[in-house]
């Protein structure tokens, strides 16, 4: 494993809070579902891929909420690196939060592409697939025996899925695929009481596919206008759904798909 790591540790407590895994922590729907779960006293792991420096903010923000945070540097389609980030987490685990098991692993990380189906070729087909289903699978393959039993797996797929946008065909297939995968691990893992859900996003406000949907004045208007609540989704949106979602309220429902989109395209 190649990790750059960050961590703080805070006072200890009587009962040891969770310990949420989050890929893709250091930005965007990562970033605001790590600060949901401290806000909601969880201590996180997060990922980061190149953004050092955003992942420490992340780190000192959580800080800052009491709460405590580690950061690992993991490209998630690089799955030659899981096995050596498994067998090296159970040590920072102890040393960061005195435990070595973790109570939540969120599959977030992943980048967008804008291309027609005949447009689109075979390194950018392969691209989408080791980030967002190979990837996916076999990280959470390597880190299932690290979860604790009655742990959540939260996947988050996208709203592409349901509703049909031209240009994104290679990448709403692989989050396709991601929402068959959740059901088979739910079904799997039940056995140790791990509920495992998959989180579909609408269209976001935030860096994500350029910035588009933030920026481009059209996009966000035509996007708000075909949403049911009228308005375009926010990242903190999506982070106070994953936090609802690994809540203990939430613990009777598994192998499901949660859209998050404020009724986009009803």
Known sequence: MTASVTHHVSSTTPEAPPIAFITGGSRGLGRASALHLARSGWDIVLTYHSRKEQAEEVVAQIQALGRTALALQLDTARTADFPALAAALPALLREAFGRDRLDALVNNAGTGIDASFQETTEAQFDAMMNVHLKGVFFLTQALVPLLADGARILNVSSGLARFSFPGKAVYAMMKGGI???????????????????????????????????????????????STALGRVGEADDIGGAVAALLAPGSAWITGQRIEASGGMLL
């Not at 059901?183 to 859900?197: F, M, Q, S, T």
């Not at 350029?210 to 059209?218: K, M």
């Open 179 to 225: 929402e068959v995968l959740t059901r088979y691990l739910a079904r799997e893992l039940g056995p140790r009481g791990i509920r495992v859900n998959v989180l579909a996003p609408g269209a976001i406000a935030t860096d994500f596919g350029g910035g588009v949907v933030r920026d481009n004045p059209q996009v966000h208007a035509a996007i708000a206008g």
